[in-house]
């Protein structure tokens, strides 16, 4: 968020300090600012490594041609082919690759809506295998894989910044590189390698999940416990993407835009990468929520994992045992939140579902644009607009104190209207008001428009409250960027 706000001052400096100097020192300027400006982009892009069981079930494909869509959002350092306990004996590297191909033939298409996205040659060479085992059975001695291989490469490699691993499947693969480094490394060797790693993982695909936090307690780790026979994925977080009627048997989200006749219009019919997307199955996407928490919209925060996104908002703390885990949790990590949110039913639902399902028009709607990218020239797509903050994203105020709020400036590259909705996200703040109830003590005033304000409600007590400003344009379809502003409530 910082280097955005650099870019912003810099190019500000050039374009109102040295256009009116001789065009050589400025053609030398202007690429200056350019250098810079592909430089900060470069270190805001997360590194990540993906672990699939792809072909256990279709929802691992289904989540990979979304992932490529985005691929101009991040540094993807790695596809590792694994096992899970859906596929515990075969791996299914060459679905990867038949996918790899077909992006290819459309990432030259996706370059001209945005720029970024590697190469499918690139992608192809670092794609990597797992061992054809089952969970712990593939971690100890001699069990080292391409996969295992690849991670500890990606977090040796001279970056400051962390590598995510996002885990679709089983993460026997992460563990056996947590069990080679600390076997092979001192104290303070492992240490710093488990600093830089960052883990996201859908369930508990096989046993060492479990193993690796228990055993790596200060590892950074996103999940929701749980093991599928036990009821895990039922109680799951990740099941709001789509699991309504299967999985998480839940109310509130808009099924139509997750179910197949919706797919069929406006994912699988576009082009060689849409014929990729196979029909579902079980649900759409289970693995998805892992990347789309890193999706570069102006909502999430990489490193806070309780603000919410629109991959799920999670909480630190270590949970009660549960009659779906594999075994009892020993420490906290980031694990199952609650959000309070209006659904498609005109009914109040809060359960840890919401905190995904609640963003579900915009993240279907930006997949759709997405794959309208791979086939359609720039000026028959839509593009997302350019929310812009008229004060800093961090405001102070007291009891009683008038808080005024600006979006005015916000932009579109398509020159499309564009709408404003501010909200009260009050679960990621320091306390919550309930938006249930009658009489909810925040009221945005305005909140349909560029400037909005509140006043702090007396009922308030100290801490940070959390008020997002969604822009949208009006497009076809429809996307939405965000900004998030923190307000510090003090004496």
């Known amino acids: 968020?910082?280097?955005?706000?650099?870019?912003?001052?810099?190019?500000?400096?050039?374009?109102?300090?040295?256009?009116?100097?001789?065009?050589?020192?400025?053609?030398?300027?202007l690429i200056v600012f350019c250098t810079l400006n592909f430089s900060v982009f470069a270190q805001e892009k997360p590194r990540i490594i993906v672990l699939t069981d792809i072909e256990n079930e279709p929802d691992d494909a289904m989540s990979l041609v979304r992932f490529l869509t985005y691929s101009n959002q991040w540094d993807v350092e790695g596809l590792v082919a694994t096992t899970s306990i859906h596929q515990q004996t075969h791996i299914a590297t060459w679905r990867i690759h038949e996918i790899l191909e077909a992006y290819g033939k459309v990432r030259d298409n996706l370059e001209q809506h945005e720029q970024g996205y590697p190469t499918a040659d690139y992608l192809l060479s670092v794609v990597r295998e797992g061992r054809t085992d089952y969970g712990m059975n593939a971690v100890g001695e001699g069990m080292d894989s391409p996969g295992s291989d690849l991670i500890i490469q990606a977090v040796d490699r001279e970056d400051t910044r962390p590598v995510w691993v996002l885990v679709w499947g089983g993460p026997n693969c992460l563990a056996q590189a947590l069990w080679k480094v600390r076997e092979t490394r001192s104290p303070e060797g492992l240490k710093e390698f488990v600093s830089k790693l960052r883990v996201y993982t859908i369930s508990d695909q096989d046993d060492s999940g479990p193993w690796i936090r228990s055993t790596f307690p200060e590892l950074f780790y996103i999940a929701?416990?749980?093991?599928h026979t036990y009821g895990g994925y039922h109680n799951a977080t990740w099941t709001g993407i789509s699991g309504d009627k299967f999985h998480g048997?839940?109310?509130?989200?808009?099924?139509?835009?997750?179910?197949?006749?919706w797919l069929d219009e406006n994912i699988r019919s576009k082009g060689p990468l849409g014929e990729q997307y196979p029909h579902t199955k079980f649900l759409m996407e289970g693995d998805s929520p892992s990347f789309m928490y890193l999706i570069n919209n102006g909502l999430g925060e990489a490193d806070h994992p309780d603000w919410g996104s629109w991959g799920g908002r999670y909480e630190f703390y270590q949970p009660r045992t549960e009659k779906w885990f594999l075994q009892p949790e020993t420490r906290p990590l980031w694990n199952n939140a609650q959000d309070e949110v209006f659904g498609i039913d005109s009914s109040w639902h809060t359960n840890n579902k919401a905190t995904i399902w609640r963003w579900r028009t915009a993240y279907q709607n930006d997949f759709a644009a997405r794959m309208d990218w791979t086939i359609k020239p720039y000026k028959e797509a839509n593009h997302p607009p350019v929310p812009k903050l008229n004060h800093a994203p961090q405001l102070t105020a007291k009891i009683g104190d008038r808080v005024n709020l600006s979006a005015e400036g916000s932009t579109d590259p398509d020159g499309d209207k564009l709408t404003y909705n501010w909200f009260y996200y009050s679960e990621p703040?320091?306390?919550?008001?309930?938006?249930?109830?009658?009489?909810?003590?925040?009221?945005?005033?305005?909140?349909d428009k560029a400037n909005a304000w509140f006043t702090v409600p007396k009922k308030a007590r100290l801490g940070t409250m959390h008020i997002i400003c969604a822009v949208t344009d009006q497009g076809t379809p429809a996307l939405t960027r965000y900004k998030r502003v923190i307000v510090t409530v003090n004496p």
Not at 17 to 24: A, E, I, M, V
Not at 224 to 227: E, M
Not at 430 to 439: D, E, L, N
């Open 429 to 447: 703040g320091s306390f919550t008001f309930s938006t249930a109830r009658t009489g909810a003590p925040l009221k945005i005033q305005e909140a």
């Open 1 to 29: 968020m910082n280097n955005f706000l650099v870019l912003s001052v810099l190019e500000h400096v050039w374009r109102s300090t040295f256009r009116s100097l001789n065009r050589p020192l400025n053609a030398i300027l």
């Open 249 to 261: 048997r839940f109310a509130g989200g808009d099924f139509a835009i997750v179910d197949n006749p």
């Open 224 to 227: 929701s416990p749980g093991f």
